[in-house]
């Protein structure tokens, strides 16, 4: 009988909601203080993780949930790519 895998479980930061983590997206501040939006799940840096709807993503805008998380400000451009990311997945 094969292992059965397990699942890894990550919260959205806005909704503190558990989801799969295939099922967000993580935002990452790196070791140089800047925000980006990491699609691999893998770079160095403080990560957040939001869900992939855009109803989440303009309370983390209302709410400051993702600065809050991360410790900073979060410029424009990663909610602007977080949005298009939303839009074509």
């Known amino acids: 009988m094969p292992a059965v895998r ?6 959205c930061v806005v909704t ?7 099922e967000l997206i993580r935002v990452v501040r790196t ?14 840096g403080h990560g957040a993780y939001i ?6 993503l303009s309370k983390a805008r209302k709410s400051k949930a993702l600065a809050r998380a991360l410790e900073c400000e979060i410029p424009e451009e990663v909610y602007e790519e977080l949005e ?6």
């Open 84 to 89: 298009r990311l939303i839009h074509a997945g």
């Open 6 to 11: 397990k699942i890894p479980m990550r919260k």
């Open 16 to 22: 503190q909601d558990r989801f799969p983590k295939k």
């Open 51 to 56: 869900q992939k709807s855009l109803e989440t």
């Open 31 to 44: 070791p140089e203080n800047t925000v980006c939006v990491d699609l691999s799940g893998k770079k160095n």
